[in-house]
T-cell receptor
Framework: GNSVTQMEGPVTLSEEAFLTINCTYT??????LFWYVQYPGEGLQLLLK?????DKGSNKGFEATYRKETTSFHLEKGSVQVSDSAVYFC??????????FGAGTTVTVRA | EADIYQTPRYLVIGTGKKITLECSQT?????MYWYQQDPGMELHLIHY???????EKGDLSSESTVSRIRTEHFPLTLESARPSHTSQYLC??????????FGPGTRLTVL
């Protein structure tokens, strides 16, 4: 079956530091890959997505590239801000429109 | 911007009470989902629907039930709440693509 393995947190960074959250997946077929973000007290928001191999999703300074050869979709941001403090979820879609989520990574950015 | 609403946002209730968590979306999406999010933040799919009069149980067994009488409405009901039901419940919807849009969540506490 489909599964997502996500880097365990929590991750604590200083402002302007480089952020990487690792995500690898197991899937049949050609799933779409997603990063969702959850701010305190809120639901999940779509951060970025990629639908096929070598696609790069990007939004708000975050980027992730769909790597089929390494079955990975690592999230990166070059310079984080305090406002990026949140929980980040990697996810993949299956043919039946369901999403499989990773366990989530809590990121805290200190001023 | 996705328009998906959940009420109430917070609910504290005694054991044995019947509760209904409301979820509505104004996007005309045919697919809707309920997730349970535990304190460790991991998301578990408990119910989903691909259209009116269609409901299915998700990957995590739940004592809750759902109905889908109207496209825009997907309420979740617990006939007799217990402390083990204490959790955050997230509703989501999607259309032809596999991107799911989430509501703000309902945080349920059963005393």
């Amino acid at each position: 079956g489909n599964s997502v393995t996500q880097m365990e947190g929590p991750v604590t960074l200083s402002e302007e530091a480089f952020l990487t959250i690792n995500c690898t997946y197991t899937a049949t077929g050609y799933p779409s890959l997603f990063w969702y973000v959850q701010y305190p007290g809120e639901g999940l928001q779509l951060l970025l997505k990629a639908t096929k191999a070598d696609d790069k999703g990007s939004n708000k300074g975050f980027e992730a590239t769909y790597r089929k050869e390494t079955t990975s979709f690592h999230l990166e941001k070059g310079s984080v801000q305090v406002s990026d403090s949140a929980v980040y979820f990697c996810a993949l879609s299956s043919n039946d429109y369901k999403l499989s989520f990773g366990a989530g990574t809590t990121v805290t950015v200190r001023a | 911007e996705a328009d998906i609403y959940q009420t109430p946002r917070y609910l504290v209730i005694g054991t044995g009470k019947k509760i209904t968590l409301e979820c509505s979306q104004t996007m005309g999406h045919d697919k809707m989902y309920w997730y349970q999010q535990d304190p460790g933040m991991e998301l578990h799919l408990i119910h989903y629907s691909y259209g009116v009069n269609s409901t299915e149980k998700g990957d995590l067994s739940s004592e809750s039930t759902v109905s889908r009488i109207r496209t825009e409405h997907f309420p979740l009901t617990l006939e007799s709440a217990r402390p083990s039901h204490t959790s955050q419940y997230l509703c989501a919807s999607s259309s032809g693509t596999d991107t799911q849009y989430f509501g703000p969540g309902t945080r349920l506490t059963v005393l």
